[in-house]
């Protein structure tokens, strides 16, 4: 990492003044900013680590060793505006710097004198990030007006403007990384979600095929012929596959997988809901969560009928229709991350976008098989 972003909030010095911290960089200008008292510092990497282990930010721990240099930042004005806002007399904070981009927000761990976790704050600077915490703000809202998710997803606590940037404050939840196989805690959590928000309507009267059309139309103009070619021939599948039928839609998390999520003392705790979108066809999240690990793994993922028997309870006849499920969700991740690339060409890599496009081809050329 050449330079330490957001140096708005945290401040880095050179002479010495403010906290000591050591920078640990990661891979695609990611990376984490731990205190340098080893007490703090551990606390700061087990709590990341359980969120991002498998994620972005974990999958390249040694390198963040190697590269860990010792800095100094003036995080005070941080700390006391959050110690404020949760009424809190002394707090230090460990931070989580988010991979490069539009998108990218800083998350700081707040650890108490006595060694407590008690929050969490997502800061956003740029207009899309904050857009983004905007969303993920609303979404907690909602679901915090849904009885069966209580202590399963992070409370909000408070949010605020400061210093140009908007920041979300949210509860820390409790309890190890989630287990990386998908599994009945997670069909269980994925059950209470639908049922908190199912609406049963024609696919192509739905909010998720209108966000992928308006997407096609949207990104059609800048996105290479190949691309454009293979989102409006899926779109047509999905048309004639799905679109008479009448489907149980739903919110989806969207960002479902091992690392944004825990096993707390209600069952599993999942977190990182700026992507949640209401009108979602079933199953999202279950391909989400295993093609995702498959995506990052370079390795093929296709959904079989045994895999997903937990979730049978909420639609009987999802066994009929798994194969357009799956290109649908195929289709809607591959639109965002084509749209991601589009926004910051120089940032990351396009290895996920690369994959989403050989699986759609893989359904389009009639190659996909379903055990």
Partial sequence: MDSLPF?????????????????????HGSGWLLPADPALRRLGLSAFGQRGVKGSLGRSL???????????????????????????????LAFCIGTSGAYRKLTAEVITSGGRVPAYAKIAVQPRAQASLGREHENLLRLSTVDALLGRVPGVLAWFGWRGAQVLVITAGSGRMGPSRFGEPHAEFLRRLHDASVEKRPFLAGAMWARMAAAVRRLTPRMSVEWALRCRNALNLLAERLG??????????????????????????????????EGTTPLYDAFHFQAMQAAL??????????????????????RARL?????????????????????????????????????????????????
């Avoid at 969207?254 to 979108?277: I, K, Q, S």
């Fill in 244 to 277: 008479p039928g009448v489907l149980p839609l739903s919110v989806a998390h969207r960002d479902f997988t091992p690392w944004n999520t825990r096993m707390g003392p209600r069952g599993l705790y999942v977190f990182d809901w700026e992507a949640a979108v």
């Fill in 62 to 92: 040694p390198a963040a060793w190697l590269g860990g240099r010792r800095l100094w930042c003036d995080v005070g004005p941080l700390e006391g505006v959050l110690a404020r806002a949760l009424g809190e007399p002394d707090i230090r």
């Fill in 323 to 371: 194969a357009p499920l799956y290109l649908a969700y195929l289709l809607d991740m591959g639109l965002f991350y084509t749209e991601a690339r589009l926004e910051t060409p120089e940032s990351g890599d396009d290895r996920e976008q690369r994959w989403f496009a050989h699986h759609i081809d893989i359904y389009m050329e009639g190659r996909y098989e379903m055990a």
């Fill in 297 to 318: 793994a370079g390795r093929p993922y296709h959904p079989s009928l045994g895999r997903h028997h937990g979730l049978a309870a909420f639609w009987p006849e999802w």
């Fill in 7 to 27: 140096t708005s909030i945290l401040r880095p010095n050179l002479d010495g003044a403010g906290r000591p911290y050591v920078l640990h960089p990661s891979r």
